[in-house]
């Protein structure tokens, strides 16, 4: 899969459907030549030209006014020697210059995948699975070395890239920032698509011109943010979810990232995503290393559906880990928004007996359990259970809820501290927080310095102080707030620009601890809904709770946008009570079901508040979702119409082998006299015959006829299901 060929000098790494070509040119610097589809026989040909251009610098003692790091089309851009777009790499050396000049010097290439240490990657099963190039490079004044780490997958059109830097010299260097990856596109027309929004408004899909200039989406919150999510896809103006190409970019990192695009004057356009390079300052003492995140890289000649398939079975296959990598999700009933603080025993019993009866098979005790917590002014950090507040005791309750044949779920927010708490009071000093300066408070609450080996012990013990004593199915880590006076005590003034970094590597520690020790437990990460929704975090925890907006109508979008890049395996997603709590809004069920299922379901309301009506297709929900979830959660997804384009929204899923398919329809708003709508399906067996509601159709009738929405929907918020089973 990985071939350098010594007369061109030229690396070709191909699989079934990619190529990725990198050159070795004039000085030893490192060109990018393509990245695509898969090119049978690559000539050579195809080189940068040369061109004089005006005030693009040449390399010393060169007489050579053709070759300019301005112009070139570059692996990993540096800064000082002529490149004046963004670099890949800062790096502030003892003169006081960041200026270092990287060239390469010897390849490796391997079978199978290194991990990473200390980081989330996709990994392989088998040494077959994926191949790894290795490039070394080496400034010989600062006596850094550098190594681009390139893996092509053998199955699917995916490149990871990450970057090592190892100081081999004698003194300490800073690094103020160092890629994961760069890539240069020539000249040709791409647009940009990335995921944006803000708390309950999570990864909304926006598609852009690129302008020349720079534009980053980034985030400086200490978390990957509700507000950019870390990916950007690049896609030509024709690219649909169906046809042309797509280049997709994600960032396995749960942090301050940076993805950088700039077009230049000579409109080639560069990416460079990362950890965000912004206060970032990190000192590499001699003989240390610095190992990047990971960056996949996913490309498609089919739209961004295909792109998102990539992602979907990549990270299924090859970043989810675990005993519920491929196993069904259980259906939940949560207490949040049926009682938020306000419970007790009774109230909650009484809503396991009615998720019981109605087929729900794990009761989450949410928020509100432990310390004093009454509300969310308190006793964060106190992780022992509240006397009194569930009269029968925790293990008791998790026993009860057992003795219904149901699991048990309790939620924890193990990174913060409240200032009211046992633990606040004891170490002040292990929340993050500038000397003599107050601290800012969100949600009434701090973070804790999880860069401190003691404050994660000491999480740590509490926690599983109660995982070893309460009989636990599964556990949602929450995290309710964004990073403020990032400052660590323990660390010396050179060292703070370290800290955002040591608490995701901190957090990455206590994760792989935490669910490596404890691997029956299901683990749903969650930051406020989705704010931490991200490649890194699927890496320990296969779910994450999508957005705190419950709404049918805001998730179509919410769960829309997030299927870029995410499995559907990993969306929590649950039916909630109307007026909806978020928005107000009054929806049918029937749609709060339909948009839910799309998800791994759940409900998070106050069963006990039904009627028997509501309650017979709340079963009826249960059942169906059940008999359909292996198709649901683990079947192919296609987007056939968006909700950032029309009144109407469509998605469907079919099994891996073509045998079933759901499809689901919404319409947002009631039109009278509404054009007729014909879904047009996918993905199913062309030459295989469908059943719908008792009607047999062609699969190759269904994808280029389609069949007709009931043209009598009516009202709001309408929805309608088809199942399809091949005969
Ligand atoms: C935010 C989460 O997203 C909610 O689901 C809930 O767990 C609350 N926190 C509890 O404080």
């Not at 070759?67 to 790096?91: K, V």
């Not at 600062?142 to 890239?161: D, G, K, M, N, W």
């Not at 007026?579 to 799309?598: C, D, K, Y």
């Not at 509601?693 to 009516?714: R, V």
Request: aromatic share 12%; net charge negative; proline share 4%.
């Amino acid at each position: 899969m990985i071939t350098f060929d010594q007369q061109t000098k030229t690396f070709h790494l191909q699989n079934k459907t990619t190529s990725y070509i990198i050159g070795i040119e004039e000085h030893n610097y490192l060109t990018h030549l393509y990245f695509g589809k898969k090119i049978n026989h690559y000539s050579g040909g195809y080189r940068y030209p040369r061109t004089n251009r005006s005030f693009s610098p040449n390399p010393a003692h060169s007489k050579d006014r053709l070759f300019s790091l301005d112009t070139l089309p570059l692996e990993y851009p540096g800064f000082g020697h002529g490149d004046f777009r963004e670099p890949a790499h800062l790096i502030k050396l003892t003169s006081g210059s960041r200026v270092n000049d990287f060239r390469y010097v010897s390849y490796e290439i391997q079978d199978g995948k290194p991990a990473l240490e200390g980081l989330p990657a996709t990994y392989v099963q088998d040494e077959t699975d994926a191949m790894t190039l290795v490039l070394t490079l080496q400034d010989t004044i600062s006596q850094l070395t550098l190594r681009l780490f390139y893996t092509i997958f053998a199955e699917a059109s995916v490149i990871t890239r990450s970057a090592q830097l190892v100081n081999d010299g004698s003194e300490t260097v800073e690094i103020n920032r160092l890629a994961s990856q760069a890539l240069d596109f020539g000249n040709q027309p791409l647009e940009l698509i990335h995921l944006n929004g803000t708390w309950a408004k999570e990864r909304q899909l926006t598609r852009e011109t690129i302008h020349p200039g720079i534009k980053v989406i980034d985030s400086k919150r200490g978390s990957s943010s509700h507000q950019q999510n870390p990916f950007a896809a690049f896609v030509t103006p024709q690219t649909t979810e169906f046809q042309g190409e797509a280049y997709g970019f994600s960032l396995l990192y749960s942090g301050n990232h940076e993805t950088i695009v700039q077009k230049d004057p000579f409109d080639q356009i560069r990416v460079i995503m990362g950890i965000n390079s912004f206060n970032f300052g990190w000192q590499l003492q001699p003989k240390a290393s610095f190992q990047t995140p990971e960056v996949v890289m996913v490309y498609s000649d089919q739209g961004l559906n295909a792109m998102s398939q990539t992602y979907h079975d990549l990270f299924n296959q090859h970043l989810i880990r675990g005993k519920y990598k491929h196993k069904e999700r259980p259906t939940l009933i949560n207490n949040w928004e049926a009682t938020y603080f306000d419970f007790n025993e009774d109230k909650i019993m009484n809503i396991v007996s009615e998720a019981k009866a109605l087929g729900v098979e794990m009761f989450v005790l949410d928020d509100g359990w432990f310390g004093g917590r009454e509300d969310d002014f308190t006793s964060l950090g106190d992780w022992v259970e509240t006397e009194g507040k569930l009269a029968c005791g925790l293990e008791n309750l998790a026993q009860q809820v057992h003795d219904q044949g149901m699991k048990f779920g309790l939620w924890f927010e193990p990174e913060m501290i409240s200032e009211d708490s046992e633990l606040f009071r004891a170490h002040p000093e292990w929340a993050l927080g500038i000397p003599g300066r107050e601290r800012s408070l969100s949600r009434s609450q701090y973070v804790l310095d999880f860069s401190r080996a003691d404050v994660r012990e000491n999480i740590y013990q509490q926690m599983t102080a109660i995982f070893d004593r309460v009989p636990l199915d599964y556990v949602k880590w929450d995290m309710n707030r964004n990073m403020t006076e990032v400052y660590s005590v323990l660390l010396g003034p050179e060292q703070q620009g370290e800290v955002a970094h040591r608490y995701i590597l901190g957090l990455y520690e206590f994760l792989e601890r935490l669910t490596t020790s404890y691997p029956e437990i299901l683990f749903e990460s969650c930051s406020g809904g989705g704010g931490r929704f991200d490649a890194g975090f699927l890496y320990y925890m296969p779910q994450t709770w999508t957005s705190d907006n419950t709404d049918a109508i805001a998730r179509l979008k919410i769960q829309y946008g997030t299927s870029l890049v995410y499995p559907i395996s990993s969306m929590g997603a649950h039916v909630s009570a109307i007026p909806n709590h978020q928005t107000g809004r009054e929806t049918s069920l029937t749609i709060r079901g339909n948009v839910a299922m799309s998800g791994v379901f759940g409900y998070e309301l106050d069963l006990t508040q039904l009627t028997s009506e509501e309650k017979a297709e709340i079963k009826e929900q249960v059942a169906f979702y059940k008999q359909h979830r292996q198709l649901l959660q683990f079947g192919d997804f296609y987007r056939l119409k968006s909700p950032y384009e029309g009144n109407d929204t469509a998605w469907m899923f079919v099994s891996k082998d073509q045998k079933e398919a759901m499809v689901f329809y919404f319409r947002v708003l009631a039109d009278a006299a509404h054009p007729l709508v014909t879904l047009k399906l996918t993905g199913l067996a062309a030459d295989a015959v469908y059943e719908i509601n008792q009607e047999e159709f062609g699969g190759d009738e269904l994808m280029n006829i389609g069949f007709y929405i009931d043209s009598e929907l009516y009202g709001d918020y309408a929805t309608q299901r088809f199942y399809l089973k091949r005969k």
